[in-house]
């Protein structure tokens, strides 16, 4: 499975983006879908995931203000971030794997990834 995550950028505090991750391959659907990202200095932080079309959890740090959404017929899974702030930047990565739920969170689990994407939220 290769990923291409793209949408990052530069906006202001307050303001929204929305990332994208494309897949290739067949089995997609199969797959846990997550995205983490990596800020100057810092560990790679878990943000979310989605188990499927329905099954979407965020991390506390995000929640309420970022959401994940998949598509599986576009191999698509998508981050739309309100409300950013200037310690959401960061560049974001997207994830793929066959595991389970209890493991979302650790990145290890994944087996795939993407480039990543660069945010930049200006104060």
């Known amino acids: 499975v290769q990923l291409q995550a793209s949408g990052g950028g530069l906006v202001q505090a307050g303001g929204s983006l929305r990332l994208s991750c494309a897949a290739s391959?067949?089995?997609?659907?199969?797959?846990?879908m997550g995205w983490f990202r990596q800020g100057p200095g810092q560990e790679r932080e878990f943000v979310a995931a989605a188990w499927d079309a329905s099954s979407l959890y965020c991390a506390d740090s995000v929640k309420g203000r970022f959401t994940i959404s998949r598509d599986n017929a576009k191999n698509t899974v998508y981050l739309q971030m309100n409300s950013l702030k200037p310690e959401d930047t960061a560049v974001y990565y997207c994830?793929?794997?066959?595991?389970?739920?209890?493991?979302?969170?650790?990145?290890?689990?994944?087996?795939?990834w993407g480039q990543g994407t660069l945010v930049t939220v200006s104060s």
């Open positions: 994830a793929a794997g066959p595991l389970a739920a209890p493991r979302i969170h650790i990145h290890s689990s994944y087996a795939f």
């Open positions: 391959g067949r089995s997609f659907s199969r797959y846990t």
